[in-house]
């Protein structure tokens, strides 16, 4: 279904464009380099050209709002057990067929975004709901790119933290501004082969390696990698030895890693879910490539939960689902038993949010 683009007041110019001397509008957000005619939407829905521009037609709008575990994200060395303000709008820059939120991020029906809030309410929500952290998940928040940014400092200004849940697919110049007003990243590494991006996600592999290592070396964010391990697309052990060896030459040991279970969704449902002994395999590997933290996901495994000390194996957070069990850090992030700090960013002390889930409704902040 064509939905018509029109001027609203959820509408807002962009930067990262430039006109084509056939009369048409390119984007230069991320690869894709969208050409588009007058009233036409990219491929991401939410941006188009109008009156001779790139706009994104979602300002101030979202999917929904909801108070998780900074472990869903999935984040496990960015203060643990606390609690993120999370929010998305509709939209996204590829087209994976497994998509496990494709209700947002592949719809045409902009009455999906029932929520809507002006950044300094999502800021103010996150404080007075004790949150330590705003993330920008759902869907990707490279293509409301304007909006994450306003949000992310106006929570900024109540020293509230800013996540983005990101596949990475962005251009340099937006890449830099994007990622400038963020203080944590979960990169979603799809897979390591560019025929898994073009076939399966209908995108790119090499500019998201680019973002991974534009991150981990280029600014102070705090980032992680997940991978969603695919039965017989993406999981064959000569892959994951591939990437998780690029992860250690080219990005450090010290970037944790998730390997998580897939299940059938969307436009990919001929194939099983994950089994759990995949999972358990791809963290040996990563492990004995030399990734000193790697985690199993969307399954119950203790030990593929667990964080411990790379220098004396002492486990320093342990967890069950969403909760934190044990704790063997000091104030300054140090194992408790040998002293040697771990990776990441924490607080004194562990959060307590817990796995709670709490939907909360902004609608009526502005």
Same mark, same amino acid.
């Given at each position: ?119 300094? $309410?999502? +800021?103010? =929500?996150?404080? *007075?709901? /004790?949150?330590?952290? @705003? &993330?920008? #998940? ?11 940014? $306003?949000? +992310?400092? =106006?929570?900024? *200004?109540? /020293?509230?933290?800013? @996540? &983005?849940? #990101? ?13 400038? +007003? ?185």
């Amino acid at each position: 279904m064509d939905v018509p683009l029109v001027r609203d007041r959820h509408v807002v110019p962009t930067r990262f464009w430039h006109r084509l001397e056939d009369g048409r509008v390119q984007c230069d957000l991320c690869p894709r380099f969208c050409r588009l005619r007058e009233g036409q939407r990219g491929l991401c829905f939410v941006r188009g050209a109008l009156g001779g521009e790139i706009v994104l037609a979602t300002w101030g709008r979202s999917s929904g709002f909801c108070v998780d575990p900074i472990e869903k994200k999935p984040l496990n060395h960015f203060y643990p057990g606390s609690a993120v303000l999370s929010f998305g709008t509709a939209g996204c820059n590829l087209a994976c067929r497994f998509c496990q939120n494709w209700d947002i991020s592949k719809s045409r029906d902009t009455d999906r975004l029932a929520d809507e809030a002006s950044p300094e $309410a999502i +800021a103010a =929500a996150a404080a *007075e709901l /004790g949150c330590r952290s @705003v &993330a920008f #998940t759902y869907n990707d928040p490279v293509v409301f790119h304007e909006y994450a940014l $306003a949000v +992310a400092r =106006a929570c900024h *200004e109540r /020293g509230i933290l800013t @996540v &983005a849940v #990101t596949a990475g697919l962005i251009c340099p110049e937006p890449r830099a501004e994007l990622f400038a +007003a963020m203080d944590a990243a979960n990169v979603d590494l799809k897979a390591f082969t560019e025929r898994f991006y073009r076939e399966v996600c209908g995108g790119v592999l090499t500019p998201v390696l680019d973002t991974l290592v534009f991150l981990r070396h280029e600014t102070g964010v705090w980032v992680e990698i997940t991978n969603l391990l695919i039965p017989g697309l993406n999981d064959s052990p000569a892959e994951i030895d591939a990437m998780t060896r690029w992860i250690v030459a080219e990005l450090g040991p010290d970037v944790p890693v998730h390997f998580t279970a897939f299940h059938p969704d969307w436009k990919l449902t001929d194939r099983p879910a994950t089994p759990r002994s995949t999972l358990r395999e791809a963290r040996a590997i990563a492990r004995g490539n030399g990734v000193r933290h790697c985690y199993t996901g969307n399954v119950d495994d203790a030990e593929g939960a667990t964080t411990c000390c790379a220098g004396c194996g002492a486990v320093l957070v342990a967890r069950r689902g969403y909760r934190l069990t044990a704790w063997g850090l000091d104030a300054a992030g140090r194992c408790t038993a040998c002293g040697i700090p771990c990776p990441g960013r924490f607080d004194p002390a562990p959060g307590t949010w817990g796995p709670r889930r709490l939907p909360v409704r902004l609608g009526s902040r502005r």
